[in-house]
C-alpha cells in the first residue's frame, strides 16, 4: 500500500494537533501508515499490535482516540472494545475491519465502537473520520462545560464526569447507552423514531440500522428499572419510535413493554 499525500486544511490539522492516538493494527504496512498520516497532522500516536497490550495501554493511559483492527491476536477487537467499555472507558473508538457484513458491523456499534471503517480503506477517508471524531467530542466537551448536571425525575446526568445517578443508585452505562440517555432527558415527552435517534446520537452513517437502537434502548432500560423499579423512564410509543417518560410512577397507554419493541 502507497502512501498518499495528506489532504485537508490547516485549520482541520488544527483540530488534532497534539492529540493521543492509539492505533491498534497487527499488519504493520498498514499500521505505519496510518502513523505516519496522523504525524503529519501533528497527532502523538503510537502504534500496538496486539490486543492484550492495547487493553493494557487503554485501560492505564489517557488516550483521546484509537484506532483499533478487529482482527488481533491475542483478544480480538470486538472483545477489547466491550472490556473498555465494561470499564467505564469512554475512549471514541473507530473500528477497523475487513469483514464487510452487516452482522460484523453492528456487532462493532452495538458493543461501544462509535464508528467503523472496512477495509480496504482510503487512508484520507481515515484521517477525515479522525478530524470529525475529535472535533464533536471536542464540542462536547465545551457544552458540557456549560451545562454540566441534567436532573429529570429521579435521574440525574452529570455530563462531564459522564455519571449516571436513578433513585439515588450509581448506574453504569456504556458510551452509547449515555448518550441516548441524555438526549432523551434532554427532550422529555417528545417521541422520537429511531432513524432520528440514529442520526443524532450515533451520528451520519447509519441508516438502516435501526434494530441498533432497539438493543440499547433494551439495555438502557433494564438498567433504569433495575435501579428505580417503579418508574419506566423509556417507553415505546406503538408505530412511531420512543419517548422518555420524566413523571414518578407515569404510565401510558401507548407504550409497549420492552418485550414488544422488535414489532414497534
Known amino acids: 500500500m502507497q502512501r498518499q499525500t495528506s489532504a485537508g486544511k490547516v485549520g482541520e490539522h488544527r483540530t488534532v494537533e497534539g492529540k493521543r492516538v492509539l492505533v491498534v493494527e497487527d499488519e504493520p504496512d498498514i499500521g505505519q501508515l496510518l502513523i505516519m498520516h496522523l504525524t503529519d497532522m501533528g497527532v502523538d500516536a503510537r502504534l500496538c499490535s496486539d490486543g492484550e497490550l492495547a487493553l493494557r495501554l487503554l485501560l492505564s493511559e489517557y488516550w483521546d482516540l484509537v484506532l483499533l483492527d478487529l482482527r488481533l491476536p491475542g483478544i480480538d477487537g470486538v472483545e477489547v472494545c466491550r472490556r473498555l467499555r465494561a470499564e467505564g472507558?469512554?475512549?471514541p473508538i473507530l473500528m477497523l475491519t475487513a469483514k464487510t457484513s452487516e452482522?460484523?458491523?453492528?456487532m462493532g456499534?452495538?458493543?461501544?465502537a462509535d464508528d467503523y471503517i472496512t477495509k480496504p480503506f482510503s487512508v484520507m477517508e481515515v484521517m477525515a473520520r479522525v478530524r470529525a471524531t475529535v472535533r464533536r467530542v471536542d464540542l462536547e466537551r465545551r457544552q458540557v462545560s456549560e451545562t454540566s448536571v441534567v436532573t429529570t425525575g429521579?435521574?440525574?446526568i452529570d455530563e462531564a464526569r459522564r455519571e449516571v445517578t436513578?433513585?439515588?443508585q450509581p448506574v453504569s452505562l456504556t458510551a452509547k447507552e449515555f448518550d441516548l440517555l441524555l438526549f432523551f432527558?434532554?427532550?422529555?415527552?417528545?417521541?422520537?423514531?429511531r432513524v432520528h435517534l440514529l442520526d443524532q446520537v450515533w451520528g451520519f452513517g447509519y441508516a438502516g440500522y435501526e434494530h441498533t437502537v432497539n438493543s440499547h434502548i433494551n439495555r438502557l432500560r433494564s438498567k433504569l428499572q433495575k435501579a428505580d423499579p417503579a418508574n419506566d423512564y423509556i417507553v415505546t410509543v406503538w408505530g412511531v419510535g420512543y419517548k422518555f417518560n420524566d413523571a414518578p410512577a407515569a404510565t401510558d397507554q401507548n407504550s409497549l413493554s420492552a418485550e414488544e419493541d422488535h414489532v414497534a
Do not use: C, K, T, Y
Not at 452482522?103 to 453492528?106: A, C, M, N, T
Open 166 to 168: 436513578v433513585a439515588a
Open 89 to 91: 472507558i469512554a475512549v
Open 154 to 156: 429521579n435521574i440525574r
Open 103 to 106: 452482522l460484523d458491523r453492528v
Open 185 to 193: 432527558a434532554q427532550s422529555p415527552g417528545q417521541v422520537f423514531r
Open 109 to 112: 456499534l452495538e458493543i461501544g
